[in-house]
């Protein structure tokens, strides 16, 4: 009898989750187990309806090998991603550690960081850029700005130019970011800092010896939360690439399906590398 109420039991959790199992089936598993399925085949539709050739490889063959553009966009965010993603967990737990202070009107200033989450998407923001209100108005003309491009073999000059052409974009897409960080910050031991100061600790060490290291699950969070974001941004050339060659008559959806794979890959390996830098950093803490 017990073990018929407990099987009971278990099918009302079941049944709760039924809703969710039932649309990540039909809208998550299968768009992805067909996406597969196309990436190998040559898609035409015609008034008959969707006709496949297989092909093998060679969806993915053209993407390395005749495929310029696409190799050129992905050369481009894969280095834009790697200065973008620190940067902005970086300006986000700048601006976490100066909200969490005990200042005036905290709560407005961290619903303005927040506004660009809520009343803004991709569409708004690239038209921003388009009208050229996401830089700093007259960078370019800067003394910064212009040293930076006549000495652009210098290691850090791209990383200038790229912070100071896109600080808006930055902005905008910090603001989850900074309310991860400063729910971390308190949740932290108030008395680990009064204990710090005690023993003589500057704020520097208290920043580098207790709040950072407290920090690095946080920050691997949104590493990896940043990347995903970035990744799939409309702002995202890659992105733009695919949704093109989805429509045309000549590649269409085995050849996109076949780009968005090659563009996952890389993703994946990109996020390995992020929190192999970070899993480094933790353990030397």
């Known amino acids: 009898m017990a073990f018929l109420k407990g099987r009971s039991k278990d099918s009302v959790g079941y049944l709760f989750i039924l809703p969710w199992i039932v649309g990540f089936l039909v809208f998550t598993a299968f768009p992805i187990i067909y996406s597969i399925y196309l990436s190998f085949f040559k898609v035409t539709i015609t008034t008959k309806g969707i006709q496949t050739v297989f092909v093998k490889f060679q969806n993915f063959q053209q993407a390395f090998t005749g495929d310029i553009d696409f190799l050129n966009k992905i050369w481009r965010f894969t280095k834009e991603i790697f200065i973008a993603v620190p940067l902005i967990v970086i300006l986000a737990l700048i601006i976490a550690i100066l909200l969490n202070q005990d200042i005036k ?78 729910a971390a910050l308190q949740k932290m031991d108030p008395q680990a800092y009064e204990a ?33 974001m970035y990744s799939v941004s409309t702002l995202n050339p890659v992105i733009d690439h695919i949704k093109v060659n989805m429509f045309k008559l000549q590649s269409g959806f085995g050849y996109s399906s076949a780009l968005s794979w090659i563009y996952f890959v890389i993703i994946s390996l990109i996020l390995l590398i992020m929190a192999a830098v970070v899993m480094f950093f933790n353990r030397k803490k």
């Open 196 to 228: 710090a100061k005690i023993d003589g600790a500057s704020t520097w060490e208290i920043f580098w010896k207790i709040t950072l290291p407290s920090l690095y699950p946080m920050i691997f969070v949104n590493i990896i939360y940043t990347t995903v």
């Open 105 to 182: 009107f905290r709560g407005f200033f961290r619903t303005i960081f927040f506004l660009p989450v809520i009343i803004a998407s991709g569409p708004v923001l690239q038209k921003l850029m388009g009208q050229g209100v996401t830089s700093i108005p007259g960078v370019q003309e800067s003394f910064i700005y212009q040293m930076a491009a006549e000495n652009s073999d210098f290691f850090l000059a791209p990383t200038l130019m790229y912070i100071l052409d896109n600080t808006v974009v930055l902005l905008w897409f910090s603001g989850v970011q900074i309310l991860i960080f400063i």
